[in-house]
């Protein structure tokens, strides 16, 4: 089944303290993206990758990292988490772009205290 | 900067036609995406109109005039399960890759 998997789903942590949510999906995609979604706002776009090794920024990428060592992963790091970035996050790949089907993961809600 | 704007909440009854609108404001456009999102879920993606001009996908159209920076999302014989939030998104830049969100419109279909 074509799929977009995010871990861990639901995650409770405290300011300052590391963490990383893991994005994968096995539908050889080259275009992988990370957005957060706060109420009354929409989605955010905080990183992208058109293909491995190849990362830019969204709109709102200050206080996030990612990575694209293989081409099915796309994890984004939170190195010190503060409480603005308490959130609902999304990964979301595509073939090539976003004018293509972007499948989005089941989102992971973080909350940092 | 760029904006987006759409209606917050529209309403309809079953059946029925409804049209979503999106103006946009941004620099670097190159296309216009729209997305559903039940309560709860991920996005869904629903269509992308690169250039001017209808796209039709079943109950789903999408319409596109960059000259007016300005598309729509029509929906079709509505059905309660068409309850959810879309999206509108601008593509921009100089690569497929950036994507900026329009803050939703909540739909709300009765029977």
């Known amino acids: 089944e074509a799929q977009v998997t995010q871990n861990p789903r639901y995650l409770i942590t405290v300011t300052g303290k590391k963490l990383t949510v893991t994005c994968s999906q096995n539908?050889?995609?080259?275009?992988m993206s990370w957005y957060r979604q706060d109420p009354g706002l929409g989605l955010r776009q905080i990183y992208y990758s058109m293909n491995v090794e190849v990362t830019d920024k969204g709109d709102v990428p200050e206080g996030y990292k990612v990575s694209r060592k293989e081409k099915r992963n796309f994890p984004l790091i939170l190195e010190s988490p503060s409480p603005n970035q308490t959130s609902l996050y999304f990964c979301?790949?595509?073939?090539?772009?976003?004018?293509?089907?972007?499948?989005f993961g089941p989102g992971t809600r973080l909350l940092v205290l | 900067g760029q904006s987006l704007e759409q209606p917050s909440e529209v309403t309809a009854v079953e059946g029925a036609i409804v049209q979503i609108n999106c103006t946009y404001q941004t620099s670097g456009f190159y296309g216009l995406s729209w997305y559903q999102q039940h309560d709860g879920g991920a996005p869904t993606f629903l269509s992308y109109n690169a250039l001017d001009g209808l796209e039709e996908t079943g109950r789903f159209s999408s319409f596109l005039s960059r000259s007016d920076s300005y598309g729509y999302l029509l929906l079709q014989e509505l059905q309660m399960k068409d309850s959810a939030s879309y999206f509108c998104?601008?593509?921009?830049?100089?690569?497929?890759?950036?994507?900026?969100f329009g803050r939703g419109t909540q739909l709300t279909v009765w029977p």
């Open positions: 539908m050889n995609h080259e275009y």
């Open positions: 979301a790949s595509s073939g090539s772009g976003i004018g293509e089907t972007q499948y």
């Open positions: 998104a601008v593509g921009r830049g100089s690569t497929l890759g950036r994507l900026y």
